[in-house]
């Protein structure tokens, strides 16, 4: 059952790693079998197989989108909350959140931070990618 498993794993990776190292995995998978110590295996190619398609293939930068988002969403009502303190304690007394004003100052307000949050984040996020991508790339001798 775990042969089978590894298997569907080994598929699963992108085909470029697979050409390059399926045969490898599958030949070690082989050899640790019969010790039994191939289930640590299958969490290890299943690790490899969200490592190669997020990290490798650039579907990162989508995680890293709609986690920062989800991110700001939840700023953004805790800055309603710490803004107007005084709308969550009408509610508790059964006031309708249609009679709460909503005024400029705070609109304005909420705004900056929420664009402000933006910001700081996108410019946090390039900055850490070009880090990454610095340390990947070995720096390129020119020999004439």
Request: net charge positive; hydrophobic share 50%; aromatic share 8%.
């Amino acid at each position: 059952m775990t042969g089978l498993l590894y298997r569907c794993l080994v598929w699963l990776h992108p085909p470029h790693f697979r050409r390059e190292f399926g045969g490898e995995m599958l030949a070690i998978f082989e050899q640790v079998s019969p010790t039994g110590s191939s289930l640590s295996l299958c969490g290890d190619a299943a690790m490899s197989l969200a490592r190669q398609w997020l990290l490798r293939s650039g579907s990162w930068k989508a995680v890293a989108a709609v986690t920062l988002a989800m991110f700001q969403v939840m700023l953004g009502g805790l800055g309603m909350a710490v803004l107007r303190p005084r709308l969550y304690a009408e509610v508790s007394n059964k006031t309708p959140l249609a009679q709460q004003p909503l005024t400029v100052p705070i609109m304005i307000g909420l705004g900056v931070a929420v664009v402000g949050g933006l910001l700081v984040f996108t410019i946090g996020l390039n900055f850490w990618v070009k880090s990454c991508i610095a340390r990947r790339r070995p720096v390129s001798l020119k020999v004439r």
